[in-house]
C-alpha cells in the first residue's frame, strides 16, 4: 500500500468567492478552511493568519504569476492594515498595483474585478 500523499490544496481554475467567515472560503462547490490566494494559475490554500507580518516571502506564488495579474486585492482579516512600503515597492516592480482592504471588502471587489474578467488577484486572510 502507497503511503498517503497530503498535497498543497489548489483549485485549477478562477472562480467566484460564494462565501467567507467560519475560519475559510467557500467557492466552486467546494470549501477551504484557512487563508487562500486567487491567482490566475488557480485557488492555493495559503498558510497565513490574521496578524502576521505582510512581506514578500509570503507572495511568493503571487510573484510568480505576475506578469498575469494588475491588481492585487490584499484582504488583511477583520480590519484594514496598509501594505508596508517594502512590499508596496515589491509589487509595483512587478507592475502589480496592489489595494488593502479588510477581507469582506476584498472578496466583493475581487469578485466584481473578475466578472469584469480584469486581470485581478486576491490574497485573502480567513477571518472568524
Not at 478552511?33 to 498558510?47: A, E, F, K, N
Not at 492585487?72 to 482579516?77: E, K, N, S, V
Not at 516592480?93 to 496592489?98: R, Y
Request: overall charge negative; charged content about 20%.
Amino acid at each position: 500500500m502507497k503511503p498517503l500523499q497530503i498535497r498543497d490544496a489548489h483549485f485549477p481554475g478562477r472562480a467566484e468567492i460564494d462565501a467567507y467567515g467560519n475560519g475559510g472560503f467557500r467557492f466552486a462547490d467546494m470549501s477551504h478552511r484557512g487563508s487562500i490566494l486567487c491567482l490566475p494559475s488557480g485557488i492555493y490554500g495559503w498558510d497565513f493568519a490574521e496578524g502576521e507580518p505582510l512581506d514578500a516571502s509570503a507572495f511568493e506564488k503571487v510573484l510568480a504569476d505576475a506578469g498575469e495579474i494588475e491588481f492585487l486585492i490584499l484582504g488583511t482579516g477583520n480590519d484594514l492594515r496598509p501594505i508596508p512600503k517594502a512590499l508596496k515597492a515589491v509589487f509595483n516592480e512587478h507592475g502589480i498595483a496592489s489595494d488593502p482592504m479588510n477581507t469582506g471588502a476584498a472578496v466583493r471587489t475581487y469578485n466584481i474585478m473578475l466578472m469584469e474578467s480584469r486581470p485581478v488577484a486576491a490574497a485573502l486572510i480567513a477571518v472568524d
